[in-house]
């Protein structure tokens, strides 16, 4: 088993490093808007808003996944790292990078 969630943490980690670095590459490459329209720049300047919240959500999720993997390493995976709590194995099987239980996770 724990080999089997290693492989899936890993692979999500590759996932997420090329959403990463695509999303980086498209951020970093978008023209100046300078002689755009004024609907063209609001549009534009949205849409780079929303790519840089998605880019940040992406490198949490990484370091969730980095995360996830030093506590198989220390046979502590499947514990809250907030609470020390067992994660439910639901929780764990759609999100196998989560390292807090639902209720530290929505900070109740």
Known sequence: MVNDVREALLAKQRE????????TALLDSAGDSANRSRGDRYGLS???HSQAATLQEL????TSIERALAKL???TYGLCDACGAAIPQDRLEFRPWAVLCVPCAVGT
């Not at 997420?16 to 999303?23: E, N, Q, S, T, Y």
């Not at 490198?59 to 990484?62: D, E, I, P, Y």
């Open 16 to 23: 997420v490093a090329h959403l990463i670095d695509d999303l």
């Open 46 to 48: 949205t849409d780079r």
């Open 59 to 62: 490198r949490r999720q990484s």
């Open 73 to 75: 390493h220390d046979d």
